[in-house]
């Protein structure tokens, strides 16, 4: 399909991609903003194995066409592709867009915690996370999720959504590689990993034992509390925890970091890297 060129920046065709900054599409009917060349790969992807998210429409600057044809080759004929200058896009997103790759995805279905454990593997890595809400925090995660093989991420309803603009471009678009679910409270969380028989360990600095020396079990889940606080002790209380050996002088380290090294010592121990 050739390019569809758009010169008004109110043209209605593109009316999803108006002023994201001010309203991004996250939670409208699972719709999301798909910014950059790496997320750009990822939709199409996912699209073309008929993974969870599919791309509705794809707006790009002009002259970002040729060097992304490989990319765009991958979706099916049906996804327009639009085009406009610099200054166009430009008033058309509310703010200058120097990447110049849009594309409005949508979820093709959503999965409950128990549906999505329920068909993990008998050796699965779970990452569970409880009340994190900056969407940094959230991206990053996914990320690590994604390098150290982690076979789903689960968020309770108090996370943010991973599908937010800049959560999705942080994690390098593997929000939309690594199967997650978000629902449900943390009491709703853990009840369903120990119905499945998960190892369930919570990370905390005055953890029982340090992250190394977590022995390693068929089926494990690694659970990170919000920023600051942490996970509650009514929760460190019904769990095994672990904590990361660190220099003196700070409290704790950033939740997306802890949960990065942690998973590296986990996925080392499961035989997994």
């Avoid at 999720?145 to 471009?169: I, N, Q, S, T």
């Avoid at 998960?198 to 190394?212: C, D, M, Q, T």
């Amino acid at each position: 399909m050739e390019p569809i060129r758009i010169d008004d920046a109110d043209d209605p065709r593109i009316g999803e991609f108006r002023s994201i900054r001010e309203r991004d599409l996250t939670g409208r009917e699972g719709r999301f903003i798909a910014e950059g060349t790496v997320v750009l790969r990822m939709l199409a992807a996912t699209h073309l194995r008929g993974g969870d998210f599919v791309a509705e429409k794809i707006l790009l600057l002009e002259n970002r066409v040729p060097g992304l044809a490989e990319i765009l080759a991958e979706f099916p004929a049906d996804v327009p592709v639009h085009v406009a200058s610099s200054a166009v896009l430009d008033r058309i997103a509310g703010f200058h867009l120097h990447r110049g790759v849009l594309a409005l995805g949508r979820r093709r279905q959503e999965r409950t915690t128990a549906e999505l454990i329920g068909g993990l593997p008998e050796q699965a890595l779970v990452v569970a996370c409880f009340g994190i809400s900056n969407h940094d925090n959230i991206g990053s995660i996914f990320r690590n999720a994604a390098a150290f093989g982690a076979d789903a991420v689960l968020l309770d309803g108090a996370c943010c959504d991973p599908l937010y603009r800049k959560a999705l471009r942080v994690s390098v678009g593997a929000v939309l590689s690594v199967p997650y679910a978000r629902s449900g409270t943390t009491a709703d969380i853990l009840a369903a990993l120990t119905e499945q028989r998960f190892a369930v360990w919570g990370l905390s600095p005055s953890g029982a034992v340090e992250i190394r020396d977590v022995p390693a079990s068929g089926r494990m889940a690694l659970i990170t509390g919000t920023e600051g606080e942490g996970l509650p002790r009514d929760i460190l209380s019904r769990i095994r925890t672990a904590r990361i050996a660190q220099a003196p002088g700070l409290d704790s380290l950033n939740a997306a970091t802890a949960t990065g090294i942690a998973l590296y010592e986990i996925a080392m121990a499961q035989g997994r890297l």
